[in-house]
């Protein structure tokens, strides 16, 4: 899968794989002015709709949720918005990780770090949020 993103919208890639609580992705859903329907529908004149690729709020799940963020890492990829949600660990002592999102080819966790290395490069923006 290759997104492809018209002038009227924006894909927001959203990593929640950290250590944190995802208080404010709760929060994201209970917003009001202006709500994540608004946005992700395109309500409001001039604003480009978002795109939002979130782990929690997805349809998709696994390889097929993954697609996105693998072909963000590619040149062929629309401009977007990298979220990170939370904190964000770094290695385990034993070369592990403590955080991680999805799987690679040979059936291992793929950190929360080597996501942000390989998409924060690329995004047109990157916003940190904290933990609750």
């Not at 709500?35 to 929690?56: I, K, N, Q, T, Y």
């Not at 690329?122 to 949020?129: C, L, M, S, Y």
């Amino acid at each position: 899968m290759t997104e492809v993103a018209g002038d009227d919208e924006v894909p927001v890639l959203w990593i929640t794989a950290g250590l944190g609580c995802d208080g404010d992705s709760i929060a994201m859903t209970a917003a009001t002015q202006p709500s994540l329907e608004d946005l992700v529908l395109g309500a409001f004149p001039g604003v480009p709709r978002m795109r939002l690729h979130h782990p929690v709020l997805a349809y998709e799940n696994g390889a097929e949720f993954l697609a996105t963020f693998e072909a963000a890492c590619g040149e062929d990829f629309a401009d977007f918005v990298l979220v990170v949600e939370g904190s964000v660990p770094g290695p385990a002592p034993d070369g592990g990780s403590y955080a991680a999102l999805g799987i690679d080819g040979d059936g291992q966790p793929i950190p929360t770090t080597v996501w942000i290395d390989r998409l924060a490069a690329r995004a047109w923006a990157v916003v940190a949020i904290g933990t609750c």
